[in-house]
Nanobody, 124 residues
Framework: QVQLVESGGGLVQAGESLRLSCVAS????????MGWFRQAPGKEREFVAAISRGAGTTYYSDAVKGRFTISRDNAKNTVYLQIDSLKPEDTAAYYC?????????????????WGQGTRVTVSS
């Protein structure tokens, strides 16, 4: 079992930046492909980004490519999501996720573990 705890969300204005963090405990984060999902009110949860165990490969949804950057520090058991040029459409609860399978499977929305979420609200 691995536990995931997100932080870093908040209320920001359009065009500003945020960095979200996800800390893994119970098992080393290096054992998992890691990713981020988001869910806006009334909408389905959607894939945002993922990063492989050694950080050599990243994946992004078309909606966030070019503005979001995923990274990880396995020594700190932490995964980050740097969000730049925030738009009101980015408003959502952001969830950290982990998979025991190949990292690319996170694009299909089937993680093995979820965090509790951290809320990002972007005002125009």
């Amino acid at each position: 079992q691995v536990q995931l705890v997100e932080s870093g969300g908040g209320l920001v204005q359009a065009g500003e930046s945020l960095r979200l963090s996800c800390v893994a405990s119970g098992r080393p984060s290096s054992a998992y492909g890691m990713g981020w999902f988001r869910q806006a009110p009334g909408k389905e949860r959607e894939f945002v980004a993922a990063i492989s165990r050694g950080a050599g490969t990243t994946y992004y949804s078309d909606a966030v490519k070019g503005r979001f950057t995923i990274s990880r520090d396995n020594a700190k058991n932490t995964v980050y999501l740097q969000i730049d040029s925030l738009k009101p459409e980015d408003t959502a609860a952001y969830y950290c996720a982990a998979t025991q399978r190949t990292t690319g499977t996170l694009e299909r929305g089937l993680p093995d573990y979820w965090g509790q979420g951290t809320r990002v609200t972007v005002s125009s």
